[in-house]
C-alpha cells in the first residue's frame, strides 16, 4: 500500500509539465521522474528518431526501470505520453493544456523543426494527450488544467498540492478502518 500518491503530469510537448512537475515536487516532496532523463540516464532508449530530434524510448525497459519507485509511491512522472504506465501505479493524471498560439511561441522558441512544430501544434489542438488520458484512466481521476500565463502555474500547482494532501488524509483513514476491520475480525476468532 503506498502511503504517497503517484501523479502523471502529461500534455503536449511546451505546454508546462516540467515547469508544474518540478514547482509541485518542491512544494510536497514527491519525486520528480522526468521521463525524458531517466530514459537516457537509465538506457531505456531504442535509439533515435532524427527527423523529430527525439530519443526512442523502449517503454518494457523504462517500465521495469521506474518500477521499484512506482510501487513505492510518492512520484511525479512528466511525460508526453501516459497510456502505457499500469492503471494500478496511477492515483491522479493531470493533462496541461495551453492555447494554441501561446504553444506556438514557446515551440518556435525552440527552434523545433517545421515538422516537428506542426505535429505538436496539431496534437494540442486535437487533445490527443486528454483523450488518451481519459481513454486509459477513469474518468475521475483525469484533471485538465490551463496553464497560458505565469500565475496559472501557481494555482494548479496549488490545487494539486491540496489534491495530495487529501489523498494523504483519506490514505490514512483508509489503513486505520482496515486495522480496526483486521483487530475486529480477530476478536471475532
Ligand atoms: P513541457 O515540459 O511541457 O515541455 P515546459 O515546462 O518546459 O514544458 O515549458 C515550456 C516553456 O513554456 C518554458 O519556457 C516555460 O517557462 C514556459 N511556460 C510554461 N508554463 C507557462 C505558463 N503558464 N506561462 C508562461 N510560460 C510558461
Partial sequence: MRTSPNIIITGTPGVGKT?????LAESTGLQHLSINKISEERNCTDGRDEELQTWI????KLLDAIEPECLAGGVIIDWHACDLFPKSWIDLVVVIRCDSTLLYDR????KYSEKKLDE???AEIMQVLLDEARDAYDEEIVVELWSNEGEDVE???GRIVQ????WKKDSGRRDGAEADGKEKGG???
Avoid: F
Wanted: glycine fraction near 0%; charge should be negative.
Fill in 19 to 23: 515547469t508544474h512537475a518540478e514547482l
Fill in 57 to 60: 524510448v523502449d517503454e518494457d
Fill in 107 to 110: 515551440l518556435s522558441a525552440r
Fill in 120 to 122: 505538436n501544434m496539431d
Fill in 155 to 157: 494555482a494548479n500547482v
Fill in 163 to 166: 489534491w495530495v494532501d487529501n
Fill in 187 to 189: 476478536e471475532d476468532d
